[in-house]
Structures are given as C-alpha cells and as structure tokens.
C-alpha cells in the first residue's frame, strides 16, 4: 500500500503522544510534527506510514477551530492517507464554548466531503469502555461511568456530567448521531445513516469488529474518522489480519539517567500523588505561583524559577516545578479572570524546561499536564517527536525522542493529568522501569 496507513490531529500534545505510541508499538512506523512541517522536515521521515500533527484544539474556542482546525485537516489532506483521524481525549470532556468536538468533526466533514463520521473512543488498552453509547474509564483500579467519575465529573474546565457520548455531542452540533452497540456491532454490514456514527468498543472482539467495520466498509464512504487512541487500537487487528504491519516490535530498555527535569500545571489528584511520592524518592520540588508565571512581562518569575531548578540540579536532585498540588490548590478560577492566561502560563513552563534542558545538560525530562504539553513545547523548540519506548504500566504516555532545535534528541514524556501510578517521574527517571 503507497498511501500512509494514517494521519492524525491530536487535540492536545499528550493525546498525540498517545497516537503515537498506539501505533508505533505496533510496528507502524510513526512521526509526529508540532507544527505542520516543511518540505525538508517531512523529507527526514518519508519512511513514515503514519503521520500525526499535535495541536492544542482541547484547550480552544470554536472559532479558534474554525481557522486553525480547518488548516490543519487541509494540510492532512494533502497526505492522501487512507484515513485521517481527529483525535480526541479518551475522557471525551469537552463543551460548546472549549474544546467543542461537535465543531471539530463538522470542519473535518467539510474538508473531506465525508457524509458519516465514524466515532470511536472505547480502548480497553487504556482502560477506557463505550457500552450502550456510554462511556467508561477507570481509576484507580475502579471502573466508573464517566459522569460519576472521581476526577472527569468534576474537571476544572469541561466536567463530564453526560457519560452519553452522543447526548453529550449533540449539546455542541446539529449534526445527526447513531450508535452501533456491542450487541449489533459483531454482525454490523450496513449501519443506519447518521452524520456521526459511534462504535462501542469494552473488550478484545468488540475493538476488533469496530476495526474491521471501519477499515472494511466505512473507509470505502469517507477517509474522516474521530475518537480517541482507540481508532488505531481497534484499526492494528485490521492491519495485521490483511498483512499491512508485522508483528510488535521489541523496544530496548531505555536505562536510568541520573536527574531529569519536571514542570507541571496539572491539577489531578493523580499527579499530586505522583508528586508527592517523587519528593518522598529524592526529588526536590519548587512550587510555583500561577498567576505570577502567567502575568510576567518581564521575564523575572520564570528566570527564578529556573535558578532554583538549576539549584537542584547542580546538587545532582532530580527536580518537580509545579503549580498545584492537587485540586486543593487550584487557582483556574483566577486564572481565567484574564484571556489568554492558561495558555500563557504553560508557554512559561516550557520556556522553565527549555533552559533546564540546555543549562544542565540534560537528556531526560518530563512535561506533565495535557494542556500544559500543548503550549510548553511549542518554546522549546522542539519540531517533531518519534516513539523511544512504549511504557506498559502507563499505557498513553511513553518516552519520545525530540527532533530538532537545541532538544535535538532528547528523551521526554508527556503526562496527561489522569495518566501514570504513583511511582510516575520515579519510573521515568529509571528509564521504565
């Protein structure tokens, strides 16, 4: 097949990741551009047979989308994959005003002539169910429907108080919706016409028959697909059954490093206990005031920032730049006082990352919080991110390697707020281990 397998957007740069590591775990070679790149970046992976683009469109307005999402899926286009997916949070939080996945897939329609859109975000891989049209996600051991969930009903920016995913959609389009449950979806040949299609997927056979609907029948009416790392997982069987990939890979162990570097604006109880247990292991830890980072026009509170983690690094202490401890500490509220200041913010933490990387000499790091990832890494210059090593106790966020600017080739993880156990930037610092 000379066409890619794939194309992808991701709506913030930890789901990319995600993509990525779905796919490149698998044995489909994969890249992953920050920035739509030019012709001499895309000539360096032209052996690539899948292509994603990271993007920040979780954390925008749907007029932002209307701009910068269309040019996006524009320049996708011009890749001719067999399909291209907008990818979408496993937790599907979301609202009319931010991060509007209703808006996203009538740009995506517009763009690809497409008349039914494919919907798919169960990935048991990552803990993730859709029974019935509902959606599922696990915590901390516990499988909870997403509108009781611990930490999803009650996000500081989209709360999930819908675990209907198509209830939930319509409140952000028009668009018409219907679903392909887990009892029809075995011997679906011909589901209904709908402009949104939704697929469950809770187990092994339900994925694999989404992923053999889809890439058999669906892909035949439209390239257009949306969902979560779920669309590659259930594609893979798909693939391999047709002998299109091989078999897995086999990943060399990256190895322990002796310090890394941590900035986190994540608010998730998850990363607090991750937190917490990192000081517990020999981190040391700066706290950051939120509202000082994303005022500054001088420049004042990040270089201070920087000194005290380079004052940790220098005593050879792993360190933890972080905003909040938990939801206890979070500021959102005040933050979102002033337009812009979310965003502004996590470009601070990146320019903090950027001159520990290159001040220290580090070669591992660790960016923590999706929306942060989104807007950090655009300032550390990094261009595009390849798979270093898939991380099976914390499937969703693996070690990349970094390819140009002055992080050419260092090794960093993004962590997604509801992401790793934890013993995460422990585990991260011992190279997987």
């Not at 469950?200 to 035949?220: C, F, H, M, P, S």
Request: one cysteine or more.
């Amino acid at each position: 097949m000379s066409r890619p397998l794939i194309s992808y957007y991701g709506d913030d740069f930890t789901g990319s990741t995600d993509v990525m590591e779905a796919l490149a775990s698998n044995g489909v070679e994969t890249v992953l551009f920050l920035k739509m790149p030019d012709a001499d970046l895309l000539s360096r992976f032209s052996g690539a047979r899948a292509f994603g683009l990271a993007g920040t469109s979780r954390s925008e307005t749907p007029e932002w989308m209307d701009v910068h999402l269309r040019d996006a899926f524009d320049w996708l286009k011009t890749l001719d994959a067999e399909l291209c997916h907008y990818k979408v949070c496993s937790t599907f939080d979301s609202a009319p005003h931010v991060g509007n996945i209703g808006r996203a897939i009538e740009i995506g329609r517009a763009v690809f002539g497409e008349e039914t859109v494919p919907l798919i975000v169960g990935a048991p891989e990552i803990r993730r169910y859709t029974a019935f049209g509902e959606l599922f996600a696990a915590y901390q051991g516990r499988n909870y429907r997403i509108d009781r969930h611990p930490v999803m009903s009650r996000h500081p920016v989209t709360p999930m108080d819908e675990a209907n995913l198509l209830l939930h959609l319509a409140r952000q389009t028009k668009l018409s919706s219907a679903l392909v449950d887990i009892v029809s979806l075995p011997g679906a040949v011909r589901p209904e016409k709908a402009d949104v299609l939704l697929l469950d997927v809770v187990d092994e056979a339900t994925q694999a028959a989404a992923g053999a609907l889809l890439w058999n029948k669906l892909r035949r009416e439209g390239r257009f697909v949306c969902g979560s790392s779920g669309v590659e997982y259930a594609l893979i069987p798909a693939w391999r059954s047709e002998r299109l990939i091989g078999n897995k890979p086999v990943f060399a162990a990256a190895g322990p490093v002796d310090r890394i570097a941590v900035v986190s604006g994540s608010v998730s109880p998850t990363t607090e206990r991750q937190i917490q247990h990192a000081l517990a292991h020999g981190f040391e830890g700066v706290m950051l005031d939120p509202l000082e980072l994303s005022g500054s026009t001088d420049g004042r509170e990040i270089a201070e920032a920087v000194d005290a983690g380079l004052s940790a690094l220098e005593r050879g202490s792993s360190v933890i730049l972080y905003t909040a401890l938990g939801p206890a500490a979070d500021r959102g509220r005040e933050l979102d006082t002033s337009d812009g200041a979310r965003h502004r913010l996590g470009r601070a933490l990146g320019r903090i990352q950027a001159e520990l990387v290159s001040r220290a000499g580090l070669a591992r790091a660790v960016v923590a919080g999706g929306d942060t990832s989104s807007h950090a890494l655009g300032e550390m210059g990094i261009s595009a991110l390849t798979l270093k090593m898939p991380l099976p106790q914390t499937p969703g966020s693996p070690l990349c390697i970094a390819h140009g600017g002055p992080a050419d080739g260092l090794e960093i993880a993004l962590k997604g707020g509801q992401v790793g156990d934890d013993d995460y930037f422990s585990m991260i610092r011992a190279g997987g281990f």
